[in-house]
């Protein structure tokens, strides 16, 4: 048990360490302790100035659930999730940091959006009352894609984000049978098609598990995530929350979402 304790000293060692020489990733300015709606981020990448003026929802208006904004409502259609919490729209600099965490291997932003999204789900929680979580899934991949790119990055997401709020993570209770074709370009009702009976559940869930939460990393049409609240809820769970770093909609400048 000692071990741990000196492995954990550390890791927060050489984390501020990290922290204390690191140049912030859109500034370049120094890196140093950090907070977002008063809770410490844990993370190496950016410094105050840049994390304040990111292009966050304003979760107190849509009261943590962007399905309560009617035009975002409208644009997710045939959904079988209960909840969306995402942490910005599909632009800059999300849109550039998940394409290169996706195809350039920059792994430590998993813990940056994991990060950011724990603070704005705690301080969501300090406003409304929310059903506790009895489980974290990601959204997985194929094998076949998984052995090509060599990692998930919603399981890298999923996983820093369970850890950081003490949630029971599963990455293996829901596989991706099909190796379908691409989702981008397809329409919804294509994407729809394309995912029928592309996902099973593994294992049987526990009868206390009631609310799950699946973390990905962009949502555009929500199908990927609904045909997997499908099962979840065939399987005796009441509530499923989407939690995602981005969300594209159409027309995103005519939608009236509000950011902060």
């Not at 859109?26 to 304040?52: E, K």
């Not at 949630?167 to 981008?184: F, G, I, T």
């Not at 394309?194 to 609310?211: E, G, P």
Request: charged fraction near 15%; hydrophobic fraction near 45%; aromatic fraction near 8%.
């Amino acid at each position: 048990m000692a071990w741990k304790l000196d492995l954990r000293k550390l890791k927060t060692c050489c984390s501020n360490t990290l922290s204390s020489l690191s140049c912030c990733d859109l500034c370049g300015a120094n890196v140093s302790n950090s907070v977002l709606l008063g809770y410490s981020l844990p993370q190496a990448l950016l410094c105050q100035y840049c994390i304040n003026d990111l292009p966050y929802f304003n979760q107190s208006i849509i009261a943590g659930n962007l399905l309560n904004w009617p035009a975002i409502h409208r644009a997710l259609p045939h959904i079988h999730f209960d909840q969306l919490f995402a942490l910005s729209p599909y632009i800059y600099p999300f849109n550039k940091w998940l394409g290169q965490m996706k195809y350039l291997g920059r792994f430590e932003l998993a813990k940056l959006f994991s990060t950011l999204l724990c603070a704005q789900w705690q301080a969501m929680a300090m406003s409304k009352v929310i059903a506790p979580i009895d489980l974290v899934l990601s959204v997985p991949l194929h094998v076949k894609k998984w052995q090509i790119r060599g990692y998930n990055q919603a399981h890298l997401i999923a996983k820093s984000f369970a850890r950081q709020l003490s949630l029971p993570y599963d990455a293996n209770v829901v596989e991706r049978v099909k190796n379908n074709d691409s989702q981008m370009g397809k329409t919804g009702n294509q994407r729809r098609k394309n995912l029928a009976d592309a996902f099973s559940l593994q294992k049987k869930l526990a009868s206390h598990i009631k609310h799950v939460v699946i973390i990905d990393d962009v949502v555009t049409t929500g199908t990927t995530a609904s045909e997997i609240s499908k099962l979840l809820k065939q399987a005796g769970v009441e509530t499923v929350t989407l939690v995602t770093v981005c969300l594209t909609l159409p027309n995103v400048k005519k939608s009236g979402v509000v950011v902060a």
